[in-house]
């Protein structure tokens, strides 16, 4: 069924009876051209282009729960190609433009919204380098400048300007940059892989793999062996663990990150903010409801769940940056396990054991990267090449030293 104003029309004529189910619910075949392990946005998003670009569809997405129920239907949404390095401009460029087209591709609203993003700057250093990420968001056509003081103060008068710990300088201000319904973009991939013949097989947890001379051959799961010819494995914090399953280790830790929404308001942010100096970042739902974040944990868990102390760290630099939060009742937070790396960019490849291909490492930055991450992971299995978007993401950075630090970190996860 193809989606339009039409058959919402007819549907609500004849008592919205005749809509159906989004994809199937198959039983598992013996065998498959390709297996993908995790029903995440990556997952669904790979298998789809492994089906419509590379014509490649006799493919299954393994979740081990229902799909969208990792990170990918838990994260703040926020969608932005503002970054620095060579390699992760070229890749989030690419990831932008994708989703500029994505509802038109899916036939699938993901009520993806283009409002702008703002960083602010809080010190002579930190708008030199607001300055830089313009100008390279303006080289890859993605827009981009940066705003005074004076600017910001009439923008988002709502900011703390005149008791602030950390005086605000100015902003960045990437107009391409905005925010996705995360489930509606998990379910509009799963529709269009569905619709391209892939099986999309959820309640189905991957055990273990079977490996030949160095060659994986099927996998193991709970729901009995499936044959295969490749593995893709898109399975987020869960990377050090399926990857051990199959004989190797990853320079992943697993990190928890947690996300907060308030109760309904009428419309007060227009667009997403980051603020520089307290790890916080908020935008405004459809529904209403303000969404924020900010830091990681600070220990290794895979506790897929959030805690106090974090909700009392963020709502103090919430407080900080916009008092007039305050004013409003938290509503839920949760948390997700993140796939962290120790450049905080991404990987997507090979693996140390034939035909097994990993995409992880994408940190707290992977959802804005399905688009891109899910293209260039089908293009990487499909044809054994890696993607011209997302040629640097490789695992054997991490032996060579050359890693892409975008934060200028160094090698600690818990910063990126
Ligand atoms: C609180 C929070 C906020 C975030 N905010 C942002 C943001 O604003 N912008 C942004 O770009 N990114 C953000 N992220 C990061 C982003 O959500 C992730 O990087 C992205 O969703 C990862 O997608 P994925 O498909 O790789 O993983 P997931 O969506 O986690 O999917 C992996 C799937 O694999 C399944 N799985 C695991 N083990 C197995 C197994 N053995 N067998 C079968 N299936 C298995 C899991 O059940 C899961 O469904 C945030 C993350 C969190 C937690």
Partial sequence: MRYSAWEVFRNGLTGNKAWKPVWRDPEPKQ??????????????????????????????????????????????????????????????????????????????????????????????????????????????????????????????????????RFPIYGAHWHPNGGTARHDAVVWGYARGAD????????????????????????????????????????????????????????????????????????????????????????????????????????????????NLPMMEHVAEAGMALMPMIGKSKLLRSWGGINDMTMDGSPIIDRSPVENFFINTGWCYGGFKAITGGGDAFAHLIATGNYHPAADKFTLKRFETGELIDETGAGPRPGRH
């Fill in 195 to 306: 619709r391209l013949g892939v099986d999309i097989i959820q309640n189905c947890a991957v055990q273990g793999f079977r490996i030949e001379a160095g060659k994986v051959v099927g996998v193991e799961t709970s729901r009995g062996f499936i044959g295969t010819t490749k593995v893709g494995m898109a399975v987020a914090g869960r990377s050090g663990e399926v990857a051990a399953m199959a004989g190797f280790r990853l320079p992943i830790e697993s990190h928890v990150l947690q996300a907060f929404v308030t109760e309904g308001l009428k419309p007060v942010l227009p667009t997403v903010i980051g603020f520089g100096m307290g790890h916080f970042y908020i935008s405004q739902s459809d529904k209403g409801g303000l969404v924020f974040g900010g830091d990681l944990d600070g220990y290794n868990s895979y506790a897929q769940r959030g």
């Fill in 31 to 164: 065998r498959y051209d390709v297996v993908i392990v995790g029903g995440g946005g990556h997952g669904l998003a790979t298998a789809y282009y492994l089906a419509r670009v590379h014509g490649i569809r006799n493919v299954a997405v393994l979740e081990r729960g229902y799909i969208g129920g990792g990170n990918s239907g838990r994260n703040t949404t926020i969608i932005r190609a503002n970054y620095m390095s060579t390699a992760n401009v070229k890749f989030y460029s690419h990831c932008i433009k994708l989703w500029e087209n994505l509802e038109q591709e899916l036939n699938y609203n993901v009520m993806f919204s283009q409002r702008g993003l703002v960083a602010l700057g809080h010190s002579d250093g930190q708008m030199e380098a607001m300055a830089r990420r313009a100008n390279f968001c303006q080289l890859e056509g993605d827009g981009g400048e940066v705003w005074s003081l004076e600017e910001c103060r009439r923008q988002m008068p709502y900011l703390n300007y005149d008791d602030p």
